[in-house]
């Protein structure tokens, strides 16, 4: 174990860390609960809505393809185009393929807005529908927009609140402001701006907003596909520190997990040690990235109506012709990429003298900015591995599969963001382990929540996956 001050006390906490966990403790506060949350949804949810079609590829209004590369590419050169990979990682189970992959350039906006009602924080949240969600509407940030969105190239409406999140450096309230990055697999160095702002008062909720403590929304994160992508990657980048006011007792999983996130609690791993090895995956990997026309890939072929895999694996790129009320463009067209089934993503979680641990993945993919990132124990569409002859599961899948009831923490199933990804659903499980993982592993480390709060205040360390886990985590704080 590494050597560690002294824990914290409620004395020495920061203030905002403070207001944060009392919010998170909350699932009724001043404005009430969650019991009329469901009619609210159903409510905006007749007049917020998405119709969708799929088209053929050729067929999609505003988009084109390259008549010398086969890439899709939008016709005002904005928004995102779908092109080709060729990946060479030596070493690695599969060594070289080729891909599709969205590049989209533009550094978005997820934010939240907080502000004090009665004393306790809460965040405004949106009810939002996107033309991939597989259940319809979503509880999102405040705002959620791309560039191409919040300079309107669509011509739509403008994105309501989003004067709030412009030109923040300026300006006392800022609770959390990164670019974090998303799918690897999916995104060609695709990042996001994750931003907190705290107001000194609230303001008015908009048809189709809510003010809600960090405890509602936690008790929604246990809720089927109902708390968005975009909403937990925001949440995960607060500042929790996870203690009570009072050293927590006991040896039950819920005094392990605050003690995680105590800075004062002990770790497996001093922060020096995990980023050398964070520095040294990055270093010793050889993997090669380079853009290649998408009507030239390897195993792939096009159809009429999509781009596949010739084996079935991995997942399609098909189109979408898209009628949408209570959004601010209401019919457009768009390529979207279509897993091929769902996914399983886990933490194994684990006590080393009474702190709770999480068993982190040194994930290289080749979407990423900074060739590796820090993902969850178990990343991975298992039907893929099934229609790829002599493709072994990933390290860990069956003791997270196989885990008795009792050892599963949280186990969900929620979408990833519904903009350019259809119906792409992944069974999120945390699942308590004694599986005895040697402090050197080549690619997996123990970590506290508090060391990874640490990284989550930098880009490029802890992947999108990672950082939804670790929403759900902090939704286990108070839970009960």
């Not at 809505?49 to 050169?77: I, K, M, N, S």
Request: charged share 25%; proline share 6%; glycine share 8%.
């Amino acid at each position: 174990m590494s050597d560690t001050p002294a824990p914290s006390s409620a004395a020495t906490r920061d203030p905002v860390e403070r207001r944060i966990d009392d919010s998170a403790r909350l699932r009724t506060g001043p404005l009430g609960d969650l019991s009329d949350f469901t009619d609210w949804f159903a409510d905006y949810g007749r007049r917020a809505y998405t119709h969708v079609d799929r088209v053929p590829l050729h067929a999609l209004e505003g988009w084109e393809t390259d008549p010398g590369t086969g890439d899709l590419r939008h016709h005002t050169g904005r928004f995102f185009t779908v092109h080709g990979l060729e990946v060479s990682n030596p070493g690695a189970p599969v060594a070289r393929w080729t891909q599709p992959i969205i590049n989209q350039p533009e550094i978005g906006i997820l934010g939240i807005l907080t502000a004090p009602i009665d004393g306790v924080l809460h965040c405004l949240m949106q009810a939002k529908v996107e033309p991939g969600n597989a259940e319809g509407l979503q509880l999102s940030p405040t705002v959620q927009a791309t560039r191409s969105n919040y300079t309107r190239v669509h011509q739509g409406r403008a994105v309501p609140y989003l004067e709030h999140f412009m030109d923040i450096h300026s300006r006392p309230g800022v609770l959390a402001d990164v670019r974090q990055s998303e799918q690897g697999s999916w995104f060609y160095r695709k990042r996001n701006r994750n931003v907190v702002v705290e107001l000194p008062e609230p303001v008015e909720a908009l048809d189709g907003y809510r003010w809600m403590t960090l405890g509602q929304i936690h008790e929604l994160l246990g809720r089927r596909d109902t708390v968005n992508m975009d909403a937990r990657t925001v949440l995960s980048c607060l500042p929790f520190t996870g203690a009570d006011t009072e050293k927590p007792d006991g040896d039950d999983f819920g005094s392990a997990l605050l003690r995680s996130g105590d800075p004062g609690a002990v770790s497996v791993h001093s922060a020096a040690e995990i980023l050398g090895w964070i520095t040294d995956r990055r270093t010793s990997s050889d993997i090669a990235v380079r853009r290649v026309a998408l009507g030239d890939l390897r195993d792939w072929s096009r159809t009429d109506d999509r781009i596949r895999h010739d084996a079935g694996a991995f997942f399609d790129v098909i189109g979408v012709q898209v009628d949408a009320g209570g959004r601010e463009v209401h019919r457009w067209s768009q390529p979207m990429i279509e897993p091929v089934g769902q996914g399983v993503i886990a933490f194994l979680v684990r006590r080393f003298e009474g702190v709770l641990h999480v068993l982190v993945h040194a994930r290289v993919e080749p979407g990423f900015a900074d060739v590796v990132e820090l993902g969850p124990t178990v990343q991975c569409v298992a039907e893929s591995h099934a229609q790829l002859p002599g493709q072994a599961a990933p390290p860990f899948l069956d003791e997270v599969l196989g885990a008795p009831e009792e050892r599963v923490r949280f186990d969900t199933v929620l979408s990833e963001e519904g903009g350019r990804f259809f119906h792409a659903l992944n069974r999120y499980l945390i699942v308590e382990t004694d599986q005895d993982v040697p402090r050197d592993h080549p690619d997996h480390r123990w970590m506290t929540l508090h060391q990874l709060s640490d990284l989550l205040r930098h880009s490029h360390y802890v992947n999108v996956q990672a950082r939804s886990l670790i929403a759900c985590l902090h939704s286990l704080y108070h839970a009960g």
